[in-house]
Each structure stands twice: as C-alpha cells, then as structure tokens.
C-alpha cells in the first residue's frame, strides 16, 4: 500500500480538521484543528494524537482557522519537530491567533482553579510560550509554488477564496495520480479576496461540507445591513454581532464602508470589541497580491475599504467592560463567532434580555454553541452559569458566510474535467454531508464517501 488517508478529525462534524496521509511509509498531517463546540467535542482535544507527533515528517496548513491550525501548539509540545508548510498570509494570520489562544486558554485554566476544577490544577490546552515555539517551525510556501514532501511526494498550493491565505493543497503522490484537499471552500463573488481556483483534474478529493445542504439566500448584505442598523438608531437599541476575527470582522468593516460612501450608513458608533480582529484587519488591508480587482483598485486609489469612519478599535479588558454601561444604539462586533467563548459572551449576557437588542449572526454557528442555541430560538439561555431570557431580535445574514454553499460546491465540482476515482467528505454535520452525498451521486454520478472518525482509506 503505497499510500492511504486517515482521517482524524472533522470527521462528520465541523471542528478538528486532521487527515493523515501515509506515503511510501512517511506521513504527511494535513491541517492540525482544533475541535470546538459542546463539550464532548471539546474533549477530544485531550486525547492522545493518533500517531505520535515525533512520527509526522510534514505539516500542511490549508488556512489559519483555528479549527484548522488551533492545535499545532499541542503537537509541537508533544514532539513534532518537521516542517509546517503554509502560505505566507496564513502564518502572519497565526501569528497574532496561535499566543492569541494560548493567552486565552492560560487565562480559562487560572479562572477555572480560582472556581474549582475536576482537573486539578487545570491546565491550559498550551501555554503562549508553546505557541511561539510552534511559530518557528512555519516554512511560507506560496500559491503554485512546487514544495518536496517525504514520501517521494510533492505538493502545492492554490487560493481557495476562503479567508486570507486560504489554499487547497494538492498532492503528488510518487506515481503522479494525486489527491486535492479543498480545506474549506470560499464563495464566489465576494468582496476583498479574490475567487476560489477552478480544479480540472484530481484522482482523489477530500472536500469539505459544511453547507451541504443549504442554499445561502440571494439577499442583498448592504440591504439587509443598512436595515438593521437604521432599526437599531430609531429604538435605540445593541447590534451585537458574534464575529469571527479573521475574515469575517473584515467583510463586515467593507460592507460598512460601502454603506457610507453610498449614503446610506446611519449616524451609530461601530466598535470592534477585539484585539485579534484590530490586528488580522491591518494584514488584510496590507495583502495586496490576494485582493481581486475592486479592493486592488480601491487601494490604488489610496480609499480604505475597510475602514468607514465612526469606527472604533477596542484592544483592552476594561474598554470593554465599560461598552456594558454604554446606553442608546451602538454596534458592537466581538469574538468568538459562534459566542461559545470571548468577550462577545459578556456582550450578550448583558444585552440578550432588552427587546431592543438585535443579535446578528453572520457565520455558522456549531451544534452545541451558544450561537446555535440563540438562533434556533430557545427561549432561556445559560451564559457564565446565569440563565438569560432571550428577548432579543435574533438576525442572520447567510450572504456574509465564508463558505461555499451547496449551488457554489457543485459549481465548483463542475469544473472537473474527469470525475476524480473517489470524493471524500469532511467537515460537516452529518445532514449537510448525506444532502451533498447524494446530490453529487445524482447530479454528477461520481463515488462519494463520508469517512467516519478514525476510518482509513487505501489510494
Ligand atoms: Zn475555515
């Protein structure tokens, strides 16, 4: 068996992305995520890696998502000492999110043995100190350049319109058959990046699956933004938005700036409540070879797109803590996106009860999150073990998803010149996954599989 995939992670759920190609006896890690969401699932993070790091030879970084890098420092800890390949924008990107979450999971530990814990002491998943060790072991490899792997393999990266310094990464095994690994697949059509690259040609596919089953709506984001906001001013209301920091925060900043060059950005102070999206939002601005054409021109230009006017940076603790006595209408956008965690939770244990708050969703948002749990309406949540009545206007703008949705997956597919041998299916609650399972088999009549945890494939 000259080579295989395991999949390790992402396997019929979103989080925890970890697929293990073995080639010609070496082995390859393809992303290294961390698993987020209920508590089970956050769990597996403490498991034992199913190889021993010190037996990886190579690392390959599809895009900085935590779910997708999240767990590097923990490998690096535990003995990995190769190569972390990734593009050039997703190491700046882990840069500032890899001691970000160090930080915070060093902060959760020390809050966690001042309240008594079952862990005891309760230790960080890493410390930051862990982070920067991991840091030092990134190689940039840029789009469509050719990088050696073990294995007698090679590989190479190509944009994948996602986030940032998103890639699919494609394979070469020895015998020159080889496999894509989509990472998360962006849309098309959106603003700051440029599309995800058509693929002609890959005898093996792992593709994600996270809108598997969904059709994002054909609403207009600038519309149904400019909505919201004028509904806040006049009763005087919160928007508070559970953003994630990288890409989503800064599609949301372009989009208010284009309400305010048009005229149609009402008079409400916008406050960015986190120090990883102050940050991630200068790199964006600075990533001048993945803009597509309307963000290079608007930088030509000298306009800042992602910066309207009325806009404020909020890096520090207390700042934050004073948005909560703020009154009247004001936008506040924080983390996590999917309010499983960070500051965005304090947001909204304050807020969630006043009629006159609008919570707005604008990704997806995990089985077993606090944001799922909000926008599938359930009447009282727990937040920092209070119980809030959920008396919100709960919004969502799908348009605003940094995934492909299931028109956008099988447009993609299409571009395929021969159907590879198999597709396999990742990252995806099981829904999503049978709905594009069976669409591909019906539209395309291609051979699918959706692995299971643990599950290994010969290639
Ligand atoms: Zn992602």
Not at 150 to 159: D, I, S
Not at 168 to 191: C, H, K, V, Y
Not at 390 to 409: F, T, W, Y
Request: glycine share 8%; charged share 25%; hydrophobic share 40%.
């Amino acid at each position: 068996m000259p080579q295989s995939i395991g999949f390790f992670g992402a396997a019929e759920t979103v989080t925890g992305s970890r697929h293990i190609l073995t080639i010609n006896g070496r082995r390859v890690l393809v992303d290294c995520g961390m698993f987020q969401g209920p508590r089970e699932i956050r769990e597996r993070n403490w498991d034992e890696f199913p190889v021993s790091p010190s037996e990886i030879d190579a690392v390959v970084i599809t895009h900085a998502h935590a779910d997708h890098i999240g767990w590097l420092p923990r490998l690096v800890a535990q003995g990995y000492t190769g190569p972390i390949y990734a593009t050039p924008a997703t190491i700046g990107l882990a840069r500032i999110s890899l001691p970000d979450s160090a930080r915070l999971a060093e902060e959760e530990a020390k809050h966690r043995a001042k309240i008594g814990s079952r862990h005891n002491p309760p230790l960080p998943l890493y410390t930051e100190e862990q982070a920067y060790a991991t840091l030092k072991r990134f190689k940039p490899v840029k789009y469509g350049e050719l990088v050696e792997l073990p294995g007698k393999a090679q590989f190479r990266f190509h944009p994948a319109g996602h986030i940032l310094g998103s890639a699919f990464a494609e394979i070469f095994f020895e015998n020159g058959e080889r496999i894509m690994m989509s990472g998360d697949l962006g849309r098309f059509n959106t603003p700051i990046l440029r599309d995800p690259t058509m693929v002609e040609f890959s005898e093996y596919l792992v593709m994600e699956s996270t809108y598997g089953d969904r059709l994002h709506s054909e609403e207009d984001p600038l519309d149904k933004i400019a909505l919201i906001l004028s509904d806040a001013v006049a009763t005087g209301g919160a928007v508070i938005v559970p953003s994630f920091a990288i890409g989503r925060t800064q599609e949301l900043l372009y989009y208010f700036r284009q309400l305010e060059d048009q005229g149609r950005l009402p008079r409400i102070p916008i406050v960015i409540d986190s120090p990883m999206a102050v940050s991630v939002t200068h790199i964006y601005a600075q990533a001048k070879e993945e803009h597509d054409d309307e963000m290079q021109v608007a930088v030509e230009e000298g306009r800042s797109s992602l910066e309207p006017s009325g806009v404020s940076l909020v890096r520090d603790r207390e700042a934050s803590k004073a948005l909560n006595r703020q009154t009247g209408p004001i936008v506040i956008i924080s983390g996590s996106g999917m309010a499983n965690g960070g500051r965005v939770t304090h947001h909204l244990l304050r807020r969630l009860d006043d009629p006159s708050t609008i919570v707005l969703f604008t990704g997806y948002q995990a089985e077993g999150t606090l944001g799922r749990r909000i926008l599938e309406g359930e009447p009282v949540v727990r937040i920092h073990k209070q119980e809030v009545t959920v008396r919100a206007r709960v919004e969502k703008i799908n348009a605003l998803s940094a995934h492909a949705d299931q028109g956008e997956m099988l447009h993609w597919l299409r571009g395929f010149k021969t159907p590879p041998r198999r597709t396999f299916l990742v990252h995806g609650e099981p829904p999503a996954q049978a709905a594009l399972q069976e669409k591909i088999r019906q539209e395309l009549g291609w051979d699918v599989v959706i692995p299971k945890h643990g599950e290994t494939f010969e290639l």
